[in-house]
Structures are given as structure tokens and as C-alpha cells.
């Protein structure tokens, strides 16, 4: 498993990186003392574990729960036992440990992970969909989502553009955007985008083909940060 530890005492996370060195479970350990820091390590990495101080300055360990998007699972290192107790309101948190850290409260903290890893993997997995079934008049077509380029809406209508043409369904953005995978992103009130098929992207349009896409000021910041994590 990979793992961070985020906490402002460089004691706790040579401790913690010293107990991950011990564990075979444990493929490598990052270190960040700085909470803002380490929250931008977790946006722009992948990590199974995530060490968290609960009493940082500024910016602490609350705060951070509250923003963190990744999957990363939770253990929070802490002084206060009933924040710790408190903690697991926050669906991430699956462990505590307590201060001063002991190598067996963290050992059994990474094996009821990876307990529940192993049970998740053993449990049969709902098949992932790979197209949409969208009313075409009388008739009900599915179209791949590899093959969506971009959707337009057109009044209470959305046109789908793919490799093989354009169809028209009654639909709308806001409804199609929760039924669409991770590749497709909203750059404006009238369009939704395959990322896959971008030729050429800035924050005032989106070029797919031969077709210029404009992108509206409230999803400017999505856009943004789309470009970011991938550049």
C-alpha cells in the first residue's frame, strides 16, 4: 500500500515512516509537514493511506478532512481521544491512533485495512457500463461512451455528436452528467465534453475536431483544474 503522513512534528512522521519502513504491507510512506502541502500532494497522487495530525496550525486535520476528494483510507494520529472518537462522522476515517504511537497500534491499524481491502476484493464486482441508452424518438439506441465526443443542448433536447453521426434525444445536461464516466466534463451550460477526444484546450474554449467549444465563466475553475492535474 502507498501511504502519506501529514502532520507539522517531524518526530510523529519520522516515527510513522520509521514504523511503514517495518511493514511489509507498506510499499513506501511520503511525509509532509505542512497540511496545505499535503493536501495538494493527495489531489495530484494516488494514495492507499492517509496519516493525519488532528492539531495542526491554521489549516488542521478537520479542515482537511473536509476537503480531501481522494480514496484514501484514514488514520488519525491524535492527543484528544474524544476528537478521535468523533473522527469516524467522516466516512474515510477508519482507524485511530493515539499519541505517544506505539509500532502495534500501528500495525493492527494497517491490517484492519487491509482486512477490508481483501474482503471488498473478494466480494463480485457490479460490471462497470460502457454505454448509454438514449430515446430516439419511438426508440431506445445505446451509444458508446467511447464514441461520445461532446453533447450539445438544444432547448429540452441534447444532441449526442459521435464517431457515427449525431442523435438527438430528450434529455437533459444536468441529468446525463451523473450517467457519464470520469472522461466527460462540463465546460459550459449548453455542452458537455469527452476529455478524450480535446485536440486543443485553454480557459476560453475547447477545440474537439474541427468544432470550438466555448467555455462559460461558471465552469472556468473545473476547467482549470482539469488542465492542471493533467499538465
Not at 458508446?144 to 445536461?173: H, P, R, W
Request: glycine share 2%; charged share 30%; net charge negative.
Amino acid at each position: 500500500m502507498k501511504c502519506i503522513i501529514i502532520d507539522d512534528d517531524p518526530l510523529i512522521t519520522d516515527l510513522v515512516m520509521h514504523f511503514s519502513d517495518k511493514c511489509e504491507l507498506i510499499e513506501y510512506c511520503v511525509a509532509c509537514n505542512d497540511s496545505v502541502e499535503g493536501l495538494k500532494l493527495l489531489t495530484n497522487s494516488n494514495f492507499d493511506i492517509l496519516f493525519l495530525d488532528y492539531n495542526m496550525p491554521d489549516f488542521n486535520g478537520r479542515d482537511l478532512l473536509e476537503l480531501k476528494k481522494d480514496k484514501s483510507k484514514v488514520i488519525m494520529i491524535t492527543s484528544n481521544k474524544d476528537f478521535a472518537v468523533d473522527s469516524y462522522q467522516y466516512e474515510d476515517v477508519t482507524d485511530y491512533l493515539l499519541k505517544p504511537l506505539d509500532y502495534e497500534s500501528f500495525l493492527k491499524s494497517i491490517l484492519r485495512i487491509e482486512t477490508k481491502r481483501k474482503d471488498f476484493a473478494s466480494q463480485p464486482q457490479e460490471k462497470t457500463k460502457d454505454s448509454l441508452m438514449v430515446k430516439d424518438g419511438n426508440n431506445w439506441i445505446p451509444i458508446l461512451f467511447k464514441d461520445i465526443q461532446f453533447i450539445k443542448s438544444e432547448s429540452n433536447y441534447c444532441v449526442f455528436y459521435t464517431l457515427n453521426g449525431k442523435t438527438m434525444s430528450l434529455a437533459k445536461l444536468k441529468d446525463l452528467e451523473v450517467k457519464l464516466p470520469p472522461s466527460f466534463i462540463r465546460c459550459h451550460r449548453s455542452f458537455i465534453v469527452n476529455t478524450s477526444y480535446i485536440s486543443k484546450i485553454n480557459l476560453e474554449e475547447i477545440q474537439i475536431g474541427t468544432t470550438l467549444i466555448p467555455i462559460s465563466q461558471m465552469f472556468k475553475e473545473n476547467i482549470k483544474k482539469f488542465i492542471e492535474s493533467n499538465s
